[in-house]
């Protein structure tokens, strides 16, 4: 075993070979990697959770006052004063609803742009374990597999997300507008297209990686074996040796990758659930809203309002994606690995 220096390394070697320290040095020895994740989330939900009472806080005294105009002098009823009305409806509850909505959906981009650009700094870490763990098609396909997520998540956000924002608040809006045609049901389609679209475009992706990672582990597996099968027939004593202690090393890489894997799994949690709890709370806000604007008999304005919440969907679509297609990258990376 001492004529094969290359095939003895350490657990603490493969660490420092592979760049795996970079990535989980961060977790330091005064704290776990989940305290801090749980830090990040609990002062998330502190934050957010004083923005969505404090935005909602500002929709409920428009719907006081809106609710007190409608009751006053008849404005309620047909006529200059119900236009003039409808008008300053639309005026105040966009002014109020717009920023809240903005709120969670930078909050989004940003989330998910800090979750690329860890992904495609992870991509070098992966592939270099991958590789000492003698799994090199699979390298390959993880490599491919996490370019395809980045460039897919990537262009949702470009192309889906922030326009849909835009588009579907304006449409939304000409529900509150008088005597004219609303094009709220259009806002609502406009969601639900671009929901099944981002649903289907995650699941392709993590289908895709799985399978082509699949394929590759099982060229792999096949090279691995048929290497220790010609060296074990051709150079008996030596050839088993090097078997042997192939297997002690990939052993050392599963462990590593075990910890990478779990890490990662760890820092995503700490990207994207905080931006998940505010949409979740913000939508509750405004389904609040909406529930004390149909009760001081505001329709049109609770129509709007709900409208607004649906439209927060989008991004738990986003989130919950991206984070789902990352699970499965790290959890085929982990369990990733030749038999020898």
Request: net charge neutral.
């Amino acid at each position: 075993m001492s004529d094969l220096p290359v095939l003895a390394l350490s657990t603490g070697q493969i660490y420092k070979e592979s760049g795996a320290d970079e990535v989980i040095k961060e977790e330091g020895e005064e704290a776990s990697l989940w305290d801090k994740v749980s830090r990040t989330v609990s002062t998330a939900l502190q934050s957010f959770g004083k923005g969505a009472l404090s935005h909602s806080g500002i929709i409920f005294g428009c719907l006081l006052l809106l609710s007190l105009a409608q009751n006053l002098q008849g404005l309620g009823r047909a006529g200059e004063g119900s236009v003039a009305f409808d008008f300053v409806a639309a005026v105040a509850l966009g002014g109020a609803a717009y920023p809240a909505l903005q709120t969670v959906f930078t909050y989004t981009r940003s989330a998910v742009e800090g979750l690329l650009a860890f992904s495609a700094s992870l991509l070098p870490v992966m592939s270099s374990l991958y590789l000492m763990g003698g799994s090199a098609a699979e390298a390959v396909s993880a490599t491919s597999g996490i370019t395809l997520f980045l460039t897919a998540a990537e262009a949702v956000m470009a192309k889906l997300v922030m326009p849909t924002l835009s588009i579907g608040f304006a449409l939304s809006l000409t529900g509150l507008l008088p005597n004219g045609s609303t094009f709220a049901p259009v806002a609502r389609f406009l969601k639900n297209a671009v929901c099944t679209v981002i649903t289907l475009l995650f699941s392709l992706t993590g289908f895709v990686f799985y399978f082509q990672t699949a394929v590759s582990a099982a060229t792999d597996s096949m090279g691995a074996r048929t290497v220790k099968f010609l060296s074990g027939a051709f150079i008996p004593v030596i050839g088993g040796a090097v078997g042997e202690s192939a297997r002690t090393v990939f052993g050392a890489v599963s462990a590593v990758k075990a910890t990478v894997g779990v890490s990662a799994v760890l820092a995503m949690l700490g990207y994207l659930l905080p931006p998940l709890l505010s949409a979740v709370l913000y939508r509750l806000a405004f389904s609040l809203c909406t529930l004390v604007a149909r009760l001081l008999g505001l329709e049109k304005q609770a129509a709007f309002l709900g409208d607004v919440s649906a439209l927060l969907g989008i991004s738990l679509a986003v989130l919950v994606g991206a984070g789902v297609v990352f699970a499965v990258i790290s959890a085929v990376f982990i369990k990733s690995g030749v038999g020898v």
